[in-house]
């Protein structure tokens, strides 16, 4: 199956500074990969939803400025935490969807997630 | 709008013991996938199954197998002999067709399971 990896996996910093967490896509090209954030015990939140070579969907509450998404080729997203707070301590998740031909069912697979705990 | 909804938030059983997870869902579209994940205390979600609207056929797969079910939106997961490697959170989710563009995944809130030996 594809493989979407997440760097770093783990992520401890002090409040105030911004972290960078990478999503690829390793053997198959993204057309669209998604950012979700989970707190403990609780369900999968969608952040937003980017396109290659277009500006991220963010959903309704989730802080554009705060939560940076570029998504600059098909197999790279990257979201920056700016000023991370206490607050912004989570388990974030992407997952990246398949370009597959039309009409044909685009699978999309998640990355196996980044702990980030803010100081 | 869809929605998932998971009524257990946390299943006890011991080891040998059937269990089935309860998943409804909502949603206007005809086109859609339902899909089951497990989430280990690792926090990688695993990829169960996928099935799409037109196809009400159960599925079994070794220990497991889910019951999809239109007349009452639902679509349930059985896992049979549980065993404790299946103690995870499993998250029902669901995907439904806007033209031709399939939209985003709702997830249901999940569901705990907890298997003791």
């Known amino acids: 199956g594809a493989v979407v990896s997440q760097h770093p996996s783990r992520v401890i910093c002090k409040s105030g500074t911004s972290v960078k967490i990478e999503c690829r896509s390793l053997?198959?090209?993204?057309?669209?990969m998604f950012w979700y954030r989970q707190f403990p015990k609780q369900s999968l939140m969608l952040m937003a939803t980017?396109?290659?070579?277009?500006?991220?969907?963010?959903e309704q509450g989730v802080e554009k400025d705060k939560f940076l998404i570029n998504h600059a080729s098909l197999t790279l997203s990257t979201l920056t935490v700016t000023s991370a707070h206490p607050e912004d301590s989570s388990f974030y998740i992407c997952?990246?969807?398949?370009?597959?031909?039309?009409?044909?069912?685009?699978?999309?697979?998640f990355g196996p997630g980044t702990r980030l705990t803010v100081l | 709008a869809q929605k998932v909804t998971q009524a257990q938030t946390e299943i006890s059983v011991v080891e040998k013991e059937d269990v089935t997870l309860d998943c409804v869902y909502e949603t206007r579209d005809t086109t859609y996938y339902l899909f089951w994940y497990k989430q280990p205390p690792s926090g990688e979600l695993v990829f169960l199954i996928r099935?799409?609207?037109?196809?009400?056929q159960n599925e079994i797969s070794g220990r497991y197998s889910w019951n999809f079910q239109k007349s009452t939106s639902s679509f349930n997961f059985t896992i049979t002999a549980s065993q404790v490697v299946d103690s995870a959170v499993y998250f029902c989710a669901l995907s439904a067709y806007r033209g031709s563009t399939l939209g985003r995944l709702y997830f249901g809130r999940g569901t705990q399971l907890t298997v003791w030996p």
């Open positions: 099935r799409n609207s037109f196809d009400e």
């Open positions: 997952s990246a969807r398949v370009r597959v031909g039309r009409g044909a069912y685009n699978e999309q697979f």
């Open positions: 980017s396109n290659e070579g277009s500006k991220a969907t963010y």
């Open positions: 053997d198959f090209q993204a057309t669209t």
